[in-house]
């Protein structure tokens, strides 16, 4: 069995994976935004979906 302070850095990892990805992605979609309505919807889940990753990362 892992070690529980190896699987709580592994899912610390990827959070903070998860929250740099979203977040470039964010800043590349905004570049954008105002190019087409898709983009905005597009750029407004990236939002949601960072927003639901940095609760996680504090803990």
């Given at each position: 069995?892992a070690d529980?302070?190896?699987i ?5 990892g990827?959070?903070?994976f998860g ?5 470039s ?22 939002d949601?979906l960072q927003s ?6 504090l803990?």
């Amino acid at each position: 069995m892992a070690d529980p302070l190896s699987i709580a850095s592994g899912i610390a990892g990827l959070l903070s994976f998860g929250i740099q990805v979203t977040q470039s992605l964010v800043n590349f979609y905004n570049t954008y935004r105002d190019r087409d309505s898709d983009l905005a919807k597009v750029t407004q889940n990236l939002d949601n979906l960072q927003s639901s990753f940095e609760p996680l990362m504090l803990q």
